[in-house]
């Protein structure tokens, strides 16, 4: 099973709600991302776990809240968002993370979700 | 700091010809690796090929491969016998262990349209 699998799919919410997006691989990978896309831009880096420790928070607002609960679920949760916070929300995951060996710094993406904040 | 420039942002090939997608990048390590993503219109990224800078031989993938030219630091991609299932963004995605501290960095991305 090479398969990263996010959840909902679409989400629209108000600036004034709390939801969460889900993440989830069984490939046995230590290491999960989340990365943020606008459209027609490439990914930007939000955050990294590596045995489900956070090792990367590129300086993300705190109204962005990740948790990765197990080695193989990694959730964002979302509060008092912003319109310009609007994107694509990729996952992806690698079998570990500043790996020197080509093999395990394959990242592998999920199908993303789709924000909307009114 | 490591960048990546893909200076296509769009091109376009007739189905069954091939195209060639540029990527040159900047960086100080001699250990590094390549990437080229393939983002299609339905947004998965998915990985089409690998390059490992010690290695000199170029990679291949089916109707895919690279062009990895060190000393100049370019990394192209080739896309043989294009079809139209391979209209997507192309990402180059670079990644080392030491400035960049593991992180992938990418290109702006080109887009590829394919014609029939």
């Known amino acids: 099973d090479t398969e990263v699998t996010q959840t909902p799919k679409h989400l629209v919410m108000g600036m004034t709600n709390k939801k969460s997006l889900k993440c989830e691989q069984h490939m046995g990978h230590r290491a999960m991302y989340w990365y943020k896309q606008k459209a027609k831009k490439p990914p930007e880096l939000m955050f990294v776990y590596s045995y489900e420790k956070l090792s990367i928070n590129e300086s993300v607002p705190s109204r962005f809240s990740p948790e990765c609960p197990n080695s193989s679920l990694l959730n964002l949760h979302l509060h008092a968002l912003q319109p310009e916070d609007s994107a694509l929300y990729l996952c992806?995951?690698?079998?570990?993370?500043?790996?020197?060996?080509?093999?395990?710094?394959?990242?592998?993406f999920g199908p993303g979700t789709r924000l909307t904040v009114l | 700091a490591q960048t990546v420039t893909q200076s296509q942002p769009e091109m376009s090939v007739q189905e069954a010809e091939t195209v060639t997608l540029s990527c040159t990048y900047d960086?100080?390590?001699?250990?590094?690796?390549l990437f080229w993503y393939k983002q299609p219109p339905s947004r998965q990224m998915i990985l089409v090929i690998r390059q490992e800078a010690y290695k000199q031989q170029n990679a291949t993938e089916n109707r895919f491969s690279v062009n990895f030219q060190k000393a100049a630091k370019s990394f192209s991609l080739k896309i043989s016998d294009s079809q139209l299932g391979d209209a997507a963004m192309y990402f180059c995605a670079y990644i080392d262990y030491g400035g960049s501290q593991g992180n992938l960095i990418f290109g702006k991305g080109t887009k590829l349209s394919v014609k029939p």
């Open positions: 992806a995951s690698s079998q570990d993370f500043r790996a020197r060996d080509s093999p395990y710094n394959e990242q592998f």
């Open positions: 960086t100080s390590e001699s250990d590094y690796y």
